[in-house]
């Protein structure tokens, strides 16, 4: 027999690798029995994941979450979940399960596989969303639309479960997030695959135009020193620069960037932040910049300059280059969407959400230090 944790590493690790179904830390996967769970650890990759990258739950302890009544305030009701998952942990692992462990704890397959691919994303993150999941995969898959991510999402695809299973007898094995992504269950490994297959093939046998070239130049230093330069005031940033016929698309003219100026999913704001910058010309970089950073309180850290190309902006290159690979991602996801009635991004309040969730994240991490 299989050992059933080798294949969640190995699983983990097929779709962990493939950049066009996750990037930058993003998706998670979890194997259950009866009464136990383990789920990918918060910050560890799925590309390289080992079996001490999960962690051990019980489920019973994960179920009581679901009944119990939290604080009507996000963030407080946020961190009072977590301490509960952390509650549930078997083992005397110092790691964190995922946020999305209820989510997976309520998918009763023994597998479950939550990524983020790029051509699932081009549908849902399209104005015709809803529409083009029912037409391509009926009424067997679920649609949840966009839900801030945590215990309010959980207990909606949790709430849309029940509703399922009542109506069909089972529990859905795709269950397809607006804004977000795919989670897809199923009780071995070789079925994960092959809804996945499926899945892609679908959806991309409904795309019309080919997608331009994505072979990219790195534009050179001296206009990486003039971006640089228009960040006076702030120190130690770095600026990787690029440029490809799927750049040059979205940075002719302003008209074209609006297909790409904002985040569709929480991760792109994680990495990139909610809002990109168009410039016009080089001379208005400076004045750009810093009408940007009066406006949202923080820097940019993707600028458009017209007819160049797409600069990140970063602390370090390693970050920059996570920066790019995730706003590559939107435009591919942009490009993509055109057919299926073009782009839909997260709205201001949705992204308000995020951004809040983030630094309230990243204050508790801060303090642990
Ligand atoms: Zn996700």
Known sequence: MKNPLQELVSVSQYFGRDKSFVLA?????????EDRMWIKASGISLASIKADGF???????????????YSDQALAREHEVKMDLNAAILDNSTLRPSVETSLHNAIGYRFVVHTHPTIVNAMLCSVKAKEQCLSLFGEKALFIPYTDPGYILFKKVEAEINNFEKKWGEIPKVIFLENHGVFVGADSVEEIHLIYTNLIQKIENNFVDQMPSL???????????????????????????????????????????????????????????????????IELLKESVEEYHRSYGYLPKVIALKNIGVFSIEENEKSARTVWEVFENILKISFYSENFGGPHFLNERQIAFIDNWEVENYRREMNKV
């Open 215 to 281: 072979q990219t130049i790195f534009l050179n230093k001296d206009v990486l020193k003039v971006v640089i330069n228009s960040h006076r005031g702030f120190e130690g940033l770095i600026a990787m620069g690029f440029k490809s016929d799927l750049v040059d698309l979205f940075v002719s003219d302003k008209k074209s960037f609006e297909k790409v100026e904002k985040s569709f999913t929480p991760d792109d704001i994680v990495y990139c932040k909610a809002y990109y910058l168009f410039v016009q010309k």
């Open 55 to 69: 962690v051990f739950l019980s489920r019973d302890r994960l179920k009581a979450i679901s009944t119990k009544k």
């Open 25 to 33: 830390g993003g998706g998670n996967t979890s194997y259950k029995t």
